[in-house]
């Protein structure tokens, strides 16, 4: 009997045992994690799964793939034809195409604030090359006249702009690419994942464990610091500010590098940082720069009719104002005074 009862108590231990071991956390997985310079960006990705290596060696090569048909700088990518075609139709990528006509739609869809063809007045200031200088308003004039954001058409793989025209998609590029390695991670079987393409950063699925991404937005008054973390799962949080390419001028002025189309100068309209939130990096790449050149009012004006997106916007006088879907998702860690952007 005393046997039996051993026996007995042995075989409860082992089952207690094995129970336990199942219902222990599973081990903690490892990321896959790559970095790449391209677009003029130090990118970095991680990802989690089975297929996040192979994964991650697709991304860099679409990522390399995009540059080499985006850039503005490398004289056969898609742009470079379309800047010197002098006015003639060029045959394009799927890529370009898209992107092209997603510059023009947003054209419209922002009343001008995005305009892809604000290059030449960018160039002049010297944010292409990083030789800035204050250019004189005789020659900031002469440029507008060729800011066409409404005259480009895309058709079918042709692209055209007017003649004396230039454009560049360094307000769109980054936020497409996201969406890019998105869509890659998925096709590999990646879990989760998460990449960082200078101010973009656009996650897949919640982290291993399930829980949210937690996504800090830089202070524009202090880039080192973030001024809150937002948490999301499947979005892209992208932010366009005015601490990110700027210089100080002879004039004791700080100039930056989004351009108001309206007067080719740095946008100054109240805002010094717009972060969007949304699930489309293109769309939210779009529109932090777009927002940005619109201003304080302009943009939560938008934001009241464009309920698909999230946003969160620093004025000059340092508000931080974001929108009231974020109320659940947002912490505030520096000690700017927030206030909600009202939406019906
Ligand atoms: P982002 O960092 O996404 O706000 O994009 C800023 C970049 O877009 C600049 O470095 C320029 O290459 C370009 N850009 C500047 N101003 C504009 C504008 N008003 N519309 C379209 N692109 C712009
Ligand atoms: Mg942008």
Not at 96 to 104: H, I, P, R
């Amino acid at each position: 009997m005393k046997h039996h009862k051993f026996a007995a108590f042995l075989a409860a231990a082992a089952l207690l045992a094995a129970l336990t071991s199942c219902a222990a956390e599973p081990a903690p997985q490892t990321a896959s994690e790559r970095d790449v310079f391209a677009m003029d960006t130090f990118m970095t990705m991680k990802a989690y799964g089975d297929g996040a290596d192979k994964a991650l060696e697709a991304a860099e090569a679409r990522i390399f793939e995009l540059e080499s048909e985006l850039s503005v700088t490398e004289a056969d990518s898609d742009i470079s034809r379309i800047n010197s075609a002098k006015g003639a139709a060029v045959e394009v990528s799927p890529d370009t195409a898209l992107l092209v006509g997603a510059g023009a739609q947003y054209w419209q869809d922002t009343a001008g604030a995005l305009d892809i063809s604000v290059y030449p007045v960018l160039r002049e200031w010297g944010f292409t090359t990083g030789e800035y200088k204050v250019p004189d308003s005789s020659t900031i004039a002469k440029l507008l006249k060729n800011v066409c954001g409404g005259e480009i058409s895309v058709s079918g793989s042709t692209v055209q702009i007017p003649a004396d025209s230039e454009i560049d998609l360094g307000a769109l590029a980054k936020g497409y690419t996201g969406d890019e390695i998105m869509a890659i991670f998925r096709e590999n079987g990646v879990s989760s994942g998460l990449v960082s393409l200078g101010g973009n950063v656009q996650a897949l699925g919640s982290k291993p464990d399930g829980s949210d991404w937690r996504i800090g937005i830089k202070d524009p008054f202090s880039p080192d610091e973030n001024m809150c973390v937002v948490s999301i799962a499947d979005k892209a949080v992208v932010t366009s500010g005015n601490y990110e390419r700027c210089f100080e001028a002879d004039d004791g002025k700080v100039y930056w590098h989004i351009i108001d189309p309206a007067d080719g100068c740095p946008a100054d309209n109240g805002l010094v940082s717009v972060t969007i939130i949304g699930s489309k990096g293109l769309q939210c790449d779009a529109l932090s720069t777009a927002l940005f050149v619109m201003g304080t009012d302009k943009a939560q004006t938008y934001l009241a009719d464009h309920t698909d997106v999230e946003a969160v916007l620093v004025t000059d006088d340092g508000r931080l104002l974001y929108t009231d879907g974020l109320r659940e998702k947002l912490d505030i860690t520096g000690d700017m005074p927030s206030e909600v952007i009202a939406r019906d």
